[in-house]
Antibody, heavy 123, light 112 residues
């Protein structure tokens, strides 16, 4: 079964750090574009970061310098290191395959979503 | 990079058709045929409904269709059903000189 399972969320104080993990099954993380997308409580979806299959990484303007996306190919796992956390970073963080994937042809979209992991930044 | 603009809410009766708009700029929606649409039920992860403006992934009902004209993309749901009640989000590539990818503000679809 193709799926993504996140872990690592929790309650953290402002200024603190957290590392989110996302383990994939049914496909290879390193062969795909993989992203993190977040959703603050009651709010919309917000793209956070992407790592391409060639290991290039890109970030939304609001997180650059504070968050780091990476992967462990041997564990088929994606990570997001969150540093200098702020109250406004409180959100469900989704691990997602995309924004490009191959399924009989190349397709531009986020097609596989994890269940999400909640990060709460509060004193 | 600003979020793409969607109406906050759209409603319709069972069997009717509704259309959700997604307005961006020539730097995102208008510049690339990389618009996608997602359905999200409460407390659930989003689900891909449309990719590359107008294509449906396997398993998505043909009641869902997508299109684009200029800087505005649209999602049409025909034969509206109770299970279509959900939040819908569009997304687009926004170019490598910006935040790369942007989502819409989201639309709550209510089946009356």
């Amino acid at each position: 079964e193709v799926q993504l399972v996140e872990s690592g969320g929790g309650l953290i104080q402002p200024g603190g750090s957290l590392r989110l993990s996302c383990t994939a099954s049914g496909f290879t993380v390193s062969s795909n574009y993989m992203s993190w997308v977040r959703q603050a409580p009651g709010k919309g979806l917000e793209w956070v970061s992407v790592i391409y299959s060639d290991s290039s990484t890109f970030y939304a303007d609001f997180v650059r310098g504070r968050f780091t996306i990476s992967r462990d190919n041997s564990k088929n796992t994606l990570f997001l290191q969150l540093n200098s956390l702020r109250a406004e970073d409180t959100a469900v963080y989704y691990c997602v395959r995309g924004p490009y994937y191959y399924d009989s042809s190349g397709r531009h979209a986020f097609d596989i979503w994890g269940q999400g992991t909640m990060v709460t930044v509060s004193a | 990079q600003s979020a793409l603009t969607q109406p906050a809410s759209v409603s319709g009766s069972p069997g009717q058709s509704i259309t959700i708009s997604c307005t961006g700029t020539s730097s995102d929606v208008g510049g690339y045929n990389y618009v996608s649409w997602y359905q999200q039920h409460p407390d659930k992860a989003p689900k891909l409904m449309i990719y590359d403006v107008s294509n449906r992934p396997s398993g998505v009902s043909n009641r869902f269709s997508g299109s684009k004209s200029g800087n505005t993309a649209s999602l049409t749901i025909s034969g509206l059903q109770a299970e279509d009640e959900a939040d819908y989000y569009c997304s687009s590539y926004a170019g490598s000189s910006t935040s790369h990818y942007v989502f819409g503000t989201g639309t709550k679809v209510t089946v009356l």
